[in-house]
């Protein structure tokens, strides 16, 4: 049987969201949004570790208290400039335990909703699979494109387009050579795909949302709310 550990890269500074705390740390529900995006995999029974990348000047982790999650946590001060170069030192302290067959999930620190449900149908939809894969939703609503001054240039087919979330899931082994062989793509399944590999979409909830801009986080406290976990 394949272990499964994940991954979190906490070390941006998350600017558009604004506040003087970087993103990861503003508060939600009376926590670190990060401290949510933590506890869901630290509470899944199939993950064995997680470990937070965090920049190496962070100042803010030591000021709050996460002996709640568990003894799964583990954090290492070795972010990089990217998020590519984050998971990527993640992976290399992930190395004196992980093999080349275990499955890693890597996580977005901003994505403080992700479901217990969800994160377990992502486990075993990708079990078998012989490339991995990540969390998706198709896209629903019209897409325009466009023109330099921000008026539509066209609409654009939304048809087998899909939005991509976190946790993506890929072999240890895999995910190491394809980072360090395409390390400009914006996540894990852009790299797989450069190396000519096909990630397996599984179906998402449109509750998993990516907190980017200050209402997000209102919407992120509701859906916390609605699904039981305030105040987790």
């Excluded at 998402?204 to 406290?221: H, I, M, W």
């Amino acid at each position: 049987m394949s272990a499964h550990y994940a991954i979190v890269p906490a070390a941006g500074s998350g600017s558009r969201l604004g506040g003087e705390a970087p993103k990861q740390y503003q508060l939600l529900a009376g926590r670190p949004l990060l401290h949510h995006s933590l506890a869901t995999l630290c509470g899944c029974r199939s993950i064995e570790r997680v470990w937070v990348v965090l920049a190496p000047d962070d100042g803010w982790w030591r000021q709050y208290d996460w002996t709640s999650l568990g003894h799964k946590l583990e954090t290492v001060f070795c972010g990089g400039a990217t998020r590519a170069e984050s998971v990527a030192n993640g992976l290399r302290a992930a190395a004196t335990v992980a093999l080349d067959d275990d499955w890693v999930l890597v996580h977005d620190a901003a994505r403080p909703c992700l479901s217990p449900a969800t994160l377990a149908a992502l486990c075993d939809e990708l079990a078998d699979d012989a490339v991995g894969g990540l969390l998706a939703v198709p896209v629903a609503d019209t897409l325009k494109r466009a023109d330099g001054g921000q008026r539509v240039a066209r609409s654009e087919s939304r048809d087998g387009l899909w939005q991509a979330q976190t946790p993506q899931m890929f072999r240890y082994g895999l995910l190491t050579r394809v980072l360090a062989e395409h390390p400009g793509g914006t996540d894990e399944a852009s790299a797989v795909e450069a190396a000519g590999l096909r990630p397996r979409l599984v179906r998402g909830d449109a509750s998993n949302l990516k907190v980017t801009f200050p209402g997000d986080l209102r919407l992120a406290e509701m859906i916390l709310q609605a699904q039981g976990r305030w105040g987790e």
